[in-house]
DNA sequence: ATTTAAATTTGTAATGATTACAATTTAATA
DNA sequence: TATTAAATTGTAATCATTACAAATTTAAAT
């Protein structure tokens, strides 16, 4: 057995710990969206995984990432209209969108305040904190 | 000269203060985005001022909604894929959208903690915040 | 006041992401 | 192997946004 047949075993595992079949589709979205971290929008997703599976339509990649989202294994991450990018790191942290080359970086975050935390009667399920600016890497290059 | 025509007056001065020539149909928008508390999108915007100026154009809705954001007196919303909404409310906070009503309340928060400042040489230029799930009316009526 | 130029508004068409849906293929079960 | 269900695919429809040119309004100049 090699190497990556056992990362996609592990993946397979995963999905199917979390209600998904894994299908071959399914496994490869789902390890692509873990290795990268870039969070990718539909159209890179799309382009990524057809140099592996070049029969794959973009209405799987939509329909997988839409019971990823519902099943809580992936994070719809929308900063700007028109521009849905996808997060396989559901954990909590802040997101950090340049706008000067475009790139999304992850920040650690600590939401333990009572006084974010106490909306006074009002259930929370999700938190979501972004900022935008310039990059490290944009600033330096001016 | 009336109450109103006084109240039309501020936005006007308002917006020649930052560099919006103040026609009509941007005295309109802005003064509804500043009364309602609802954070429209572009089509509740429209409907509503359409009642008011009926020669009105969804594309003067858009390029006013730009101006705005361009010269920082109005903030896009982007909290839902497919669902822009608009806040004439520019100062810190948070939003609070209801996943059952779909209603998104403002609540205050503090982002003067340095371990949320501090993103290392990142030039921060804006702050979001919100948070998903069920508000306090909806909770009762279960 | 009239003319000219610039800015704004308007309407229609184009774009592009997402969704709907039916047909095809694949996988699971008997 | 035959049957059924699930998943994938491709095409068409939808819907928000943008592009763009024509019409209108406003401001400036004469």
Redesign the pocket.
């Known amino acids: 057995m090699t190497l990556k047949e056992y990362k996609e075993q592990d993946i397979a595992d995963y999905l199917k710990k979390y209600g998904?079949?894994p299908?071959?589709?399914?496994i490869k979205i789902f390890e692509y969206l873990r290795k990268t971290k870039s969070h990718p929008?539909?159209?890179v997703i799309f382009k990524e995984i057809v140099k592996v599976?070049p029969?794959?339509?973009?209405?799987?990649v939509?329909?997988?990432l839409?019971s990823f989202i519902e099943k809580g294994i992936v994070a719809v991450i929308t900063i700007e209209?028109?521009e849905?990018r996808y997060d396989a790191d559901t954990s909590m942290h802040g997101h950090f969108k340049c706008k000067s080359c475009g790139k999304i970086y992850d920040f650690d975050i600590n939401f333990s305040r009572d006084d974010i935390d106490d909306l006074g009667g009002f259930e929370v399920d999700e938190k979501h904190l972004y900022f935008k600016g310039n990059c490290k890497n944009c600033l330096k290059n001016k």
């Not at 299908?23 to 399914?26: A, P, V």
């Not at 029969?55 to 799987?60: F, P």
Request: a positive charge; charged letters at 20%.
């Open positions: 998904i079949k299908s071959y589709q399914r929008n539909v159209d599976i029969t794959l339509s973009k209405t799987t939509y329909n997988t839409s209209e028109n849905t």
